[in-house]
């Protein structure tokens, strides 16, 4: 029987975890905003409209930032469309999703929601049709304290106090053929550093996301990333990495996704280096990774012009929530260069959280890794030596047992997140002598007979993580079974 081995060493630190490691994302697409996060009329919806059961499941899920408005609608987003009276707020095509957008909801409206949802905003500025000014004039309405026009523009709209909005992304995919407005790596290397300037120049306070290349397939990858970062260097803190998995038919391919996320990555980081070198500079540039999940593109359907419509409603199998708990636990050993990772997307666009127009709302099956490890993923992540069998894949060998481990000082636990891509289950050995006596308070543990299984609106519990039975006593050397095609957090108190 294959078998594995883990040996934890507390002086062989990672990194800190970034909090904002634990973002998502809104897009004004499909039912994310309308019928998701913003439903007048519904049962739970408060005074201004926002669904109250929807902010609880956002609230357990201790997200640090949402991204808005896009995607791919920010390219042809005119921002200053969603502020004011709702009445005088104009309706217009949305170019890019081929949907009706009515403007109800704006910026000032989704800072409240952030608030009430216990988040922050990451807000984005239009690089396709907009310009460097007008991404000025945005970010003196949100930020600027008062006493010019567009920051007492926000003041009459209700919002005395700046919405203090600190990241930004200049821009959203803007080497996509399908964007509005694509540029080349010159065009928008260009375009991007302008915008910089001027954002900077009215909030210094802010960190900023220059676009990389909307996926790791594109075929001007990583030549994009290194020309971009050439042109904006010394003006942005991070640059963006997007990438979407999805099953060809071929299991275990596609449990070994995280190998490829991985690769990009560190294909980032090195490119990232280089130019680091070529401009003698000291400042290491930091990876936003703020778009990431599982998505079914090929299912994906353009509806012409209607109001929010049904689309990119992804449901997610428990395959697809171990598939996803594995690209974590590699953004996680990864916290160092990677310090911001967003969820894409939070509510019924390829989402955690599912919702029926007028109805309930649902965990979907990715909920619950992500919960897990933005709940106990907080932390210092060491380095481990993990002894694992290895399987080929079409993404190169994969290690059967994905490891990453997480010291919560602040707390005094360890926590071990571990995916078991093999169809057996697989013996574990963790030596963890470094912290001397240790107790387990829990293993949650998701897997199951039928990988197909989903959450439904009849039989919301069908992908449910358990508790398995925990190790007794005080142990420093721990044996225990790591079930087949499974997704686990072994939990340990350090004082014994
Ligand atoms: O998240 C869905 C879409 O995927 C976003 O609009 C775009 O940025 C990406 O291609």
Redo the contacts with the bound molecule.
């Keep these: 029987m294959l078998k594995s081995k883990v040996y934890i060493e507390k002086n062989f630190r990672i990194s800190n975890v970034s909090d904002k490691l634990f973002s998502s994302?809104i897009?004004h697409?499909g039912r994310a905003v309308y019928t998701g996060i913003y439903e007048p009329g519904h049962d739970t919806a408060d005074e201004q409209g926002f669904r109250k059961d929807v902010i609880d499941l956002v609230k357990d899920l201790n997200v640090a930032m949402v991204r808005y408005p896009?995607?791919?609608?920010l390219s042809g987003y005119d921002w200053t469309d969603g502020i004011g009276p709702k009445e005088t707020r104009p309706t217009r095509l949305d170019l890019?999703w081929k949907t009706i957008e009515t403007n109800e909801i704006g910026i000032d409206e989704f800072v409240d929601w952030c608030k009430k949802a216990g988040t922050s905003p990451m807000a984005a500025v239009n690089m396709g049709t907009g310009t460097p000014k007008d991404a000025g004039y945005m970010i003196e309405y949100c930020n600027f304290k008062g006493g010019t026009y567009w920051s007492d523009m926000r003041i009459k709209n209700g919002h005395n106090e700046p919405h203090a909005i600190k990241t930004w992304c200049i821009g959203?995919?803007m080497d996509?053929p399908?964007q509005i407005c694509r540029m080349d790596a010159v065009e928008y290397g260009k375009k991007a550093h302008e915008t910089a300037k001027i954002m900077k120049w009215v909030d210094d306070t802010t960190e900023l996301v220059v676009c990389g290349s909307?996926?790791s397939l594109m075929p001007s990858y990583p030549e994009w990333d290194r020309i971009v970062l050439e042109h904006t260097y010394e003006n942005v803190e991070y640059i963006s990495l997007?990438r979407?998995y999805e099953n060809f038919g071929n299991d275990l391919d596609f449990l070994a996704s995280f190998v490829d996320m991985d690769n990009f990555i560190n294909a980032i980081k090195s490119t990232a280096d280089y130019v680091k070198a070529l401009k003698r500079s000291k400042k290491n540039m930091l990876l936003s990774f703020d778009?990431w999940?599982v998505?079914y593109q090929k299912k994906h359907k353009n509806l012409d012009w209607q109001q929010c419509p049904e689309i990119?409603e992804d449901r997610y199998s428990l395959l697809d929530a171990l598939v996803f708990g594995g690209l974590a636990i590699t953004l996680l050993n990864n916290s160092d260069r990677v310090r911001i990772a967003c969820l894409?997307?939070l509510v019924n666009?390829?989402a955690p959280i599912f919702t029926q127009k007028g109805g309930a709302a649902i965990r979907q099956s990715i909920y619950y890794p992500f919960m897990y490890i933005s709940k106990y993923g907080r932390g210092v992540v060491l380095k481990p030596v993990v002894l694992t069998p290895k399987v080929e894949t079409k993404y190169g060998d994969a290690p059967m047992l994905h490891t990453s481990v997480v010291h919560d000082e602040k707390n005094d636990e360890l926590n071990v997140f571990c995916l078991n891509i093999n169809k057996e289950n697989m013996p574990l050995s963790m030596d963890m002598r470094s912290f001397g006596c240790l107790s387990m308070i829990e293993h949650i543990c998701l897997d199951g007979d039928n990988l197909h299984a989903v959450n439904s609106f009849e039989k919301s519990d069908t992908v449910l993580p358990k508790k398995l039975e925990t190790v007794k006593g005080s142990i420093d050397i721990i044996e225990l079974v790591i079930p087949k095609h499974s997704w686990n957090v072994l939990r340990f108190a350090l004082k014994a």
């Design positions: 994302f897009e697409l896009g995607g791919n609608f890019a959203n995919e996509g399908w909307s996926t997007h979407y778009e999940n998505w990119l894409a997307q666009v390829i």
